[in-house]
């Protein structure tokens, strides 16, 4: 009895889990299929067309910046996610292993930041960028989001998970703080530090207020945004290729998912052979 009502919850549970994913999965599965289809069948509203082609995607690379957008969405991604995995790993690493006054006291001040919407700290930010001159530029983008409270909560999780044995061994080889953070604590915290890698790097690709407030050209501008300036008076009406647009927008950062889960999965094999 107990063995057939256990096969009954799980086939409970993958049936939910099916349609879930059939349910989020129809939207991308339209919009992808609609951008092969000509703009003047996607008008009529058609879902099938017998000229399907690549032409709105060759449309796309041609006749829009979309090259660009990309170009500049990959180093305003790159830079954020790197600057993020140093600076929150070593505030997470002061709030494990330094010892000073006041070092919960400031954690919980950090944590607190989180709470937070973001759109209450657009006009500080955006005060602040523009005394620096730093309007239109990858900098805009990039220096407001150096760290996260996030991270450093994250990472302070995983260095906590190190034991302190550990840490004393490194003090009897007479290791210093910079070669336990790098040769212990980072290789130690692989696993955490690839998923903030993933997730700083999504997260600033997919962003969207802040660089339609602050970046006013194409050779700055990334892809989210360029993605609205493509619904300009030349290219409104054809929508097959800012369908074809979005489907381009979306590959790196299904790359991305498909990279860190293959990763985090090794890494979660060796921890287990360990």
């Not at 067309?49 to 829009?64: P, R």
């Not at 494990?96 to 954690?107: A, I, P, Q, S, T």
């Not at 903030?196 to 945004?225: C, G």
Request: with cysteine; aromatic share 14%; charged share 10%.
């Amino acid at each position: 009895m107990i063995e057939a009502h256990s096969k009954r919850q799980k086939v409970l549970e993958y049936t939910v889990l099916l349609l879930l994913t059939v349910f989020i999965l129809i939207p991308f599965a339209l919009g992808f299929w609609t951008s092969f289809l000509p703009t003047a069948d996607i008008s009529k509203g058609a879902l099938w067309s017998s000229h399907l082609s690549f032409d709105n995607y060759v449309a796309a690379i041609t006749q829009t910046p979309i090259i660009r957008y990309l170009f500049n969405s990959l180093v305003i991604s790159l830079l954020t996610m790197l600057a993020q995995l140093l600076f929150c790993s070593m505030s997470a690493y002061a709030f494990v292993f330094l010892k000073f006054k006041g070092r919960d006291g400031l954690f919980y001040l950090v944590l607190a930041t989180m709470m937070l919407p973001f759109e209450a700290e657009v006009i500080p930010n955006f005060a602040t960028v523009r005394s620096l001159n730093l309007l239109n530029h990858y900098a805009v983008m990039v220096v407001p989001f150096l760290t996260s409270a996030f991270g450093i909560f994250m990472l302070r999780q995983a260095f906590l998970q190190i034991p302190a044995e550990v840490k004393e061994a490194a003090d009897v080889e007479g290791l210093s703080h910079w070669q336990f953070y790098g040769k212990v604590v980072l290789p130690y915290s692989r696993i955490s530090l690839l998923t903030l890698a993933a997730y700083s790097f999504l997260a600033s690709w997919n962003q969207y207020l802040w660089p339609m407030l602050t970046t006013f050209s194409d050779n700055f501008r990334p892809v989210q945004d360029g993605l609205r300036q493509l619904q300009s008076q030349e290219t409104f009406n054809n929508w097959g290729m800012i369908q074809a647009s979005a489907a381009i927008v979306v590959i790196p950062t299904l790359l991305v998912l498909f990279i860190g889960q293959h990763y985090f999965k090794s890494g979660l094999n060796e921890g287990a052979v360990k």
